[in-house]
């Protein structure tokens, strides 16, 4: 019999409020406090140093990024995408000494969703950005697409890379807010991208939290996605699951299995005051 578990899209995954109150009477939440990154890496560990949501406000050195092997970025790390806040955020990714960087987009990072460059979609006008923008842009940097200019680190969108035998996976997806980058529905349409997540992953990136860890809006009301939640408690359990987006929802919790990271280091008024968070992971036996 095959041991494949089927996720199923939860009966209230549009109210996540809701099924955040009923699958919270089964499960702990509990708070982890941050290790301190001045303490010195043991020589058979790897360091990984967690960021998000900096939104092209990292760039000038406000915020001090702690030592570490593996910088991770959950996304949203420009304003609107620009081509010019990506190069920017590129040459600041090579000033740093982690020795990997690996980083995802977030709903801001705009231009990475080729299929909504490729649509125009209306709205974003608004905020100065326009498809032409962006294309006249590539153009003069001489490239067609503006993953071509993350030249100093690994840029993740539902693929993985696997660093000394831990295996990192990263996805943009996040449910619906208004028309932004990478946006999808609730349910099927999110769960389509999450059963693309490998059993084998250690260290899931997202740029959305789950529900019920992080997720928690100034409103009080949890946003995360449900089925997010259940793909990694029914089938890939990972052991760290970083995330950003709701950027009140900084801090660390566990689930006893999970170690669920809200790195956004922006706050909700977008002031980049939340420290990175890091964190040390054993290297595997035959690395
Ligand atoms: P960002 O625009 O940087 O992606 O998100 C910034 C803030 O917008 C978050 O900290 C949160 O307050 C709000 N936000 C983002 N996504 C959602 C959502 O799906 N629902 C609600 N209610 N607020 C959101
Ligand atoms: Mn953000
Ligand atoms: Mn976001």
Redesign the pocket.
Known sequence: MSSVSVIQVHPDTNSPTRAWQKLQVHQKVVKVTPMDPSTPILADHIRFVCLS?T?SRIEKGQIKIPDGDVLLHAG?FTNIGLPSEVKTYNEFLGTLPHKLKIVIA???DLSFDYDLVKNNRKHLSGFGWTRSLVEEKLAEYGITGVKELMTNCVYLQDSGVCVCGINIWGSPW?????D?GFNLERGQPLLDKWNLIPKSTDILIT??PPVGHGDK???K?N?GCVELLSTIQQRVHPKYHLFG?????YGMTTDGNTTFINA?T?T?K?KPTNPPVVFDIPVPEGF
């Open positions: 949501d939104h949203d977030g709903n801001h996040q449910p619906t807010f208004c932004w740029h959305g809006c100034f409103d009301q946003v987006h709701i950027h009140e929802g956004s922006c909700v977008y």
